[in-house]
């Protein structure tokens, strides 16, 4: 049973447009992980979380907002969505070593 | 802040033959280094990893060697298999407190049969 889980998979967003990427695990790991994959750059950290209510801004974390409601969700907000925010995003959990990555959600800004 | 360097960006070996991928870091401070492997259209899964106080790990096929002077480490996978085909990250972490990593930019590996 998958322990980290995304919604949605696939999403089609308008420029200037509002987009929440939800985030969910079961793994009961303190530390969640919101990453950006390009072509070219690997994994980026945007936004992480030690625990529920807390967010941390990562490397990237312009034009990106993180909320932690819970100890299983982790939510990444695009409040105004633009083209260069196309990308594939992937969240995580994790504890002192491993981390566990969901199965990724495509956004495509338009 | 950390900077980590994947050398290869594309690896073509032949079945059987060894695949080695290097990277280098810059933080003196990080401490643990995961290897990530991702098949085409799926997410990250972790394959090993090794921390600084050891050198060298071993887990089947895939021997991880970490030389801190040098601030590098490499993936070595012997008797590759086609199901060896994918994209291989590295990472760095401090391994303190968030546990946050840097990946490198990957590694496109294609075993040809």
């Not at chain 1, 907002?65 to 969700?73: F, G, H, V």
């Not at chain 2, 887990?59 to 993936?75: T, W």
Request: with cysteine; aromatic share 10%; charged share 20%.
């Amino acid at each position: 049973e998958a322990a980290v889980t995304q919604s949605p998979r696939n999403k089609v967003a308008v420029t200037g447009g509002k987009v929440t990427l939800s985030c969910n695990q079961t793994n009961n790991h303190n530390n969640m992980y919101w990453y950006r994959q390009d072509t070219g750059h690997g994994l980026r950290l945007i936004h992480y979380s030690y625990g529920a209510g807390s967010t941390e801004k990562g490397d990237i974390p312009d034009g990106y907002k993180a909320s932690r409601p819970s100890q299983e969700n982790f939510s990444l907000i695009l409040e105004l969505a633009t083209p260069s925010q196309t990308s594939v995003y992937f969240c995580a959990s994790g504890g002192q070593y491993e981390q566990y990555f969901g199965p990724g959600t495509r956004l495509t800004v338009l | 802040g950390e900077k980590v360097e994947q050398h290869e960006s594309t690896l073509s070996v032949r079945e059987g033959d060894s695949a080695v991928i290097n990277c280098t870091y810059t933080d003196t401070a990080s401490s643990y280094f995961p290897w990530y492997k991702q098949e085409a259209g799926k997410s990250l899964h972790f394959v090993i990893d090794i921390r600084s106080n050891v050198d060298r790990k071993q887990s089947q096929r895939l021997i991880v060697l970490l030389d801190k002077k040098a601030k590098r480490f490499s993936l070595h996978i012997t008797a590759t298999q086609p199901e060896d085909s994918a994209i291989y990250f590295c990472a760095a972490s401090l391994n303190t407190g968030n546990y946050k990593y840097v990946f490198g930019a990957g590694t496109r590996l294609k075993v040809i049969a």
